[in-house]
């Protein structure tokens, strides 16, 4: 992510519906695991995601490959280092929960990613991925972000698996806005990252927020989550 991009994030994604659910399904699989512990934010831009850690009791770190990502970091007061997510500057086993939030389909080798991911994860430990889903939702959005893909379940479970983890769960989210994205899409010339109108952005929030009880997760969305397991 550049420069531009990564100021981009840091400047909507405290108020930006997408961000805002993004941050609540962290919170929702911290909760999960109980106890905090050691936990790694690869890919972390700004660090907003790496702050759910940190405001939940974990010993956190965010890696980015962008310098203007680890600074913005640092000035809210994340550890952040430089490092690439096919080489993190880590141990194996280093800690007890990785995530990768919108990273996998930025990087050519998404394989060695996911590898580096498993490698610094402890037995036992626990991992979440989430990815951009489907090639049919292809348009300059993705290219004005660098993605090199979209995923479909079977490919990100293949990659995940053959990096060493166990997928406890695989499901889609924004599913309710799909059609919507998907007609946006069809229309779009670049990033459509923005701030939006207060009305518009609570009126999205509350429909991808209905996902948190509704059994939509098998059906296509816009996005894929993967719980995981290190054995």
């Known amino acids: 992510m550049d420069t531009i991009e990564v100021e981009r994030v840091v400047a909507v994604e405290e108020r930006n519906w997408w961000y805002r659910e993004r941050r609540h399904l962290v919170a929702r699989e911290l909760r999960r695991l109980g106890r905090p512990g050691t936990g790694l934010d690869v890919g972390a831009a700004g660090g907003g995601n790496t702050r759910v850690l940190l405001d939940r009791g974990w010993e956190a770190v965010a890696v980015d490959a962008s310098p203007a990502g680890v600074e913005a970091a640092r000035r809210r007061g994340v550890d952040a280092r430089l490092g690439d997510a096919c080489d993190l500057p880590f141990p194996d086993a280093s800690f007890d929960f990785a995530m990768a939030l919108d990273v996998l389909e930025h990087i050519e080798d998404d394989a060695g990613a996911a590898r580096e991911l498993a490698r610094v994860v402890r037995p036992g ?30 490919d990100l479970a293949e990659v995940l698996t053959d990096a060493g983890f166990e997928i406890g769960r695989l499901w889609s989210w924004n599913v309710l806005l799909r059609p919507v994205v998907r007609m946006r899409r069809r229309a779009s010339t670049g990033c459509d990252l923005e701030a939006l109108p207060g009305w518009l952005d609570r ?29």
């Open 203 to 231: 009126s999205l929030h509350a429909v991808v927020a209905a996902e948190r009880a509704l059994p939509v997760g098998a059906l296509p969305g816009v996005s894929l989550v993967a719980r995981l397991t290190r054995p």
């Open 125 to 154: 430990g626990a991992a979440l991925v989430t990815v951009p889903c489907d090639m049919r939702l292809w348009s300059a959005h993705d290219e004005a972000l660098g993605h090199v893909r979209r995923y479909d379940r079977a």
